[in-house]
């Protein structure tokens, strides 16, 4: 399985990005996905989940600015995040998992204030 993240950029406080990732293979659909991120000095935290049934777990510190979608049919995920926060500044990594993980190169966010 190999997954693609796409959508970092340089966005002001308050703004909005969207992150993708694409995965390719069969096994999109039975797998649970998601995003961590790491900011610098950091340990990688869970940012947000999706399981293949579609349940989500989304970090307190995110909570009602990000939400995450997956769709079965185009082998991706979704990472809308929205009232950006200079502290969301982090390399952002994609996930999926069946019986074991598989990651994303990641893809930069910062935020600036």
């Known amino acids: 399985v190999q997954l693609q993240a796409s959508g970092g950029g340089l966005v002001r406080a308050g703004g909005s990005l969207m992150l993708s990732c694409a995965a390719s293979g069969s096994i999109f659909s039975i797998a649970d996905v998601g995003w961590y991120r790491q900011a610098p000095g950091k340990q990688r935290e869970l940012v947000a989940g999706?399981?293949?049934?579609?349940?989500?777990n989304v970090a307190d510190s995110v909570k009602g600015r990000f939400t995450i979608s997956r769709d079965n049919d185009k082998n991706t995920v979704y990472l809308q995040m929205n009232s950006l926060k200079p502290e969301d500044t982090a390399v952002y990594y994609c996930?999926?998992?069946?019986?074991?993980?598989?990651w994303g190169q990641g893809t930069q966010v910062t935020v600036s204030s």
């Open positions: 999706i399981s293949r049934g579609g349940s989500t």
């Open positions: 996930y999926a998992n069946v019986l074991i993980p598989y």
